[in-house]
């Protein structure tokens, strides 16, 4: 099952399209279907690639990256690291993704079909601050080019954008680059960045935000040559809607010749959820994107062959103990950590950790995006471990945590607790009275209301019972907060036992 599509079945659609936080879009047609990836920063698998046939109702098919490299860098997780940025094309019969690690520099994975198999990552580029990067292979001329835009927290240069010429195999960058666009020069222009290369009448095109996440503008450059000058406008840009922002996307030409362009807006908790934009070109040739230069909330749909309305999957049975495509380690997984069996439900091995008291700091947790409409999280628990101190549970996860779970006494008993922890905070602390479950299980529940405010309750065979106070949920740095599942214990010897979880829903 998925959450609401943004196709009301009417012959319009609703934005945000992709409620949630599928942050930094990049799209690309192939024949008649449509591609997505996004973001994934530290987490694992990365490179979400979702599948559409009319750019509206999504469907999540898969991941162009199973782990992150170098390994051991993330083994543990780095929320705000890993994978920024990603574009994605497709050319020589073949997929391309690009992205930016601002540690490390720009990589690229390649697949002859969207599923695979991809390769391993590529580096095309080293050096620090190299983000958001986008190839264009030149079909009039034949040559190969590349663009990125700078992390000033890593490079101490931000607001340019860097051009290269790129060996046609995609492989590695044929000079040193050149600054093409630098924003210290258009005045009023800050933070430029997520650029995103494309050919058209004549024109080489740069369509790239300014401005920060969360005030900023989309902006389009076009210049004769590749390395410039480039000249300047600004094509989207909040107007009088609520869509702040808005941000960086891809543009993308339907079978029949229509255009349009997806993009972000950054809501806090709920991360950077995506946006579709009609698209046209003005007579005096530059792009035209929503309500003449402003975000529509409802649209009449692309001239695309209707489709079922669908959404990326939340809710999950665990059939034989695999979890679906939505599900991703906050760090790279090891063997042993989630187990398969003959029945339903995730049977996750309780981890034994010298730091059980904050799950922000651990690599073991399950996650999948918070949505971004209000919903209610529910999930089956049974505790087996027999460790005292063993715990699990569903926890939303960010700068600041709280979860709902089963514990081992040291008595052997198992209680249902309630914790958190503020963003301050380095160890968490109760956030509801623990009570005793004799069974070893309960029904958790989280109902998420508008702003992310999250109410905690459980059921021990008597019904739902509030839990603690209401906890808003709080985003990472650049990622939305998190639902999670885990299963810890202290530090020690030997074998910690599993919890099981079964039923997760999300209505």
Known sequence: MSLTSADPGDGTYRNPVLDADWSDPDVVRVGEDFYL?????????????????????????????????????????????????PSVRHHDDRFWIFWGDPDHGVHQVNAPAIRGPWTRPHLVKAGKGLIDPCP????????????????????????????????PDGTAVLDEGKVIVDGDRIPGWFTLEGPKLHRHDGWFWILAPAGGVETGWQGAFRSRDFFGPYEERVVLEQGDTDVNGPHQGGWVRTPCGEDWFLHFQQRGAYGRVVHLQPMRWGTDGWPVIGDEGVPVAVHAKPDLPPQPPAAPATDDDFPGGRYGRQWQWTANP?????????????????????????????????????????????????????????????????????????????????????RFAEQVAEAERDAGHPRPAPEGRARLRIEIGRGARCRFSYDLGEGFRPSGQVFSATPWRWVGALLGLFALAPAGQGPAGAATFTHFRIT
């Open 37 to 85: 990836t996004a973001s994934s920063f530290g987490r694992a698998p990365g490179l979400p690639l979702l599948h559409s046939r009319d750019l509206v109702n999504w469907t999540l098919v898969g991941h162009a990256l199973e782990r992150l490299e170098p390994e051991d860098e993330f083994a543990s997780p780095r929320h705000d690291c890993g994978v920024w940025a």
């Open 136 to 167: 264009l292979w030149d079909d009039e001329t034949g040559d190969a080019y590349l663009v990125h835009a700078w992390a000033r927290s890593r490079s101490g240069v931000k607001n340019r954008l860097t051009g290269h010429r790129m060996h």
């Open 334 to 418: 090891r063997d042993g950590w989630a187990t398969q069996h003959s029945a339903d439900g995730l049977r996750l091995t309780c981890v034994r950790s010298a730091d059980v008291h904050d799950l922000r700091t651990l690599p073991n947790v399950l996650t999948q995006r918070l949505p971004g409409r209000p919903c209610a999280v529910e999930v089956e628990l049974r505790l087996a471990s027999e460790v005292p101190g063993a715990r699990a549970g569903l926890a939303v996860l960010g700068d600041a945590f709280s979860w709902i779970g089963l514990q081992r006494g040291a008595d052997g008993t198992v209680d249902l607790v309630h």
